[in-house]
């Protein structure tokens, strides 16, 4: 459950702090996400250590976007865990020209690469 969030992430997902405060990570998660990149991230931080990889997520008002995330465990002054803490940045930009760079058309092509 969200308990906390950053304006910055508010303002790429289109979301309110109060829209997004109490809700699951899945409200942000693209419905093309893929499941074995999210099960590999829940597996990771609930054993305790540090995710790092690209989410694909979608705003409020449909728009897609990628951001590349660092969750961390936090753990109490005895050792156990009573959250997580996301670091994102938001790489949709860089998604775009990967994208670009496989599709775009080939010299001496007329059709784009598949």
Known sequence: ???DVSQKMCDASGYSKQELIGKTHRVLAHPKAS???HKQLWQTITEG???NGELYNRTKDG????IKSVISPDLDQDGQLIGYTQVAQDIS???ALEKLSVTDTQPGSTTAAS
């Open 63 to 66: 728009r897609d976007y990628w």
């Open 35 to 37: 499941r074995r990149n």
């Open 49 to 51: 250590e540090t995710w």
């Open 93 to 95: 930009s860089k998604k």
């Open 1 to 3: 459950m969200i308990t």
